[in-house]
């Protein structure tokens, strides 16, 4: 019996072996696969300490969001997005049917108010005369000048309403502020319209600016007045700018402080909303130098970010990051690479762990 059970042991543990080096053999045949051809960088210190890069983004110097100050139905919008406006024209108008009633009863108003001072006019200026004659007491004249008085009020009270019911139909119907384009539209023929609620976006092209986010770390060494140099990224071109607004104060933006920088004209086809790097000429600040790699040399997997490095046995090892803030085509890597280190920049085929690597 005790024979029987050390045999069956002996089988188990021989079984549990052979399955053991078939996985390995299984495992060496994936590893033995195609050499996959990569191009391969190595983690290199950010020397460039003579300026600051940081993102932002291309807008138009002058544009607005144009709205109404009454509530109403569109009646109709005159423009699209893309076309060019001139200052003046009109864009479209609110159902005004309520204020054309309003201004009909002012009218009215004016009329009954005109005829009324006509009429007390001529009573005053018939009792000034008797009064100098001695034919009128102080009692009649002094209520006479009274009448005068306040018909003239009430005449004046009806054209001021006027003018407030004019500036309603102003509301009503909505002028380019500027010449310049329809860069968006949020409304439609038939929807209603709320006061301040943005109808049109305009913009003036031309002249354009850059906003971009500085943090607290170098917010003290940016200056108005400091010129600088921005790539549009798309475009791969740089344009000359100015800083004409510094922020003092994150409250609203992150912890980072926003940094207006006007862009000189130039033929550069550029458009808002295109990405930029703004390089401030000071220095950065920093306790130690940065690792910076390419963004494109990231993978993204859900919320993680990682990068394939080299392992000493020439395979693919994925190694997961914590970034840091991004500077032109670059991310600063806080954690996850040491300097020194060799990454994959590049490659011809899907990658993955352990996968055989032919360094181009």
Known sequence: MKNRRYIQAIVLMMTLLLASCGNDKKTMAVNDGPAIAVTTSTVSQNSDSSFLSVSGKVEAAKSTNISTRMMGYVDKIYVEVGDKISNGQQLLSVNNADVSAKLAQVNAGIAEATAAFTNAEKDYNRFTALFKENSASQKELDDITAHYTMAKARLESAKQ????????????????????????????????????????????????????????????????????????????????GTVTEVSTSSKNTGGQYMVKVVLEKTDIPMLSGMYATVQFPVSKKASKAAVMVPIDALVQNGSLTGIYTVSESNTALLRWLRLGRTLGDKVEVLSGLAHDEEYIVSSEGKLYNGAKLAIQ
Do not use: C, W
């Open 161 to 240: 309403m006027k003018n407030e019911v004019n500036a309603q139909m102003g509301y009503a119907n909505i002028r380019a502020p500027f010449s310049g384009v329809v860069t968006n539209k949020f409304i439609n023929a038939g929807d209603m319209a709320n006061p301040g609620m943005p109808l049109l976006e305009v913009e003036a092209p031309g002249s354009y600016q850059v906003l971009a986010m500085v943090p607290e770390s170098e917010i003290s060494e940016i200056k108005n007045d400091t010129h600088v140099t921005v790539l549009i990224k798309s475009l791969e071109k740089n344009v000359q």
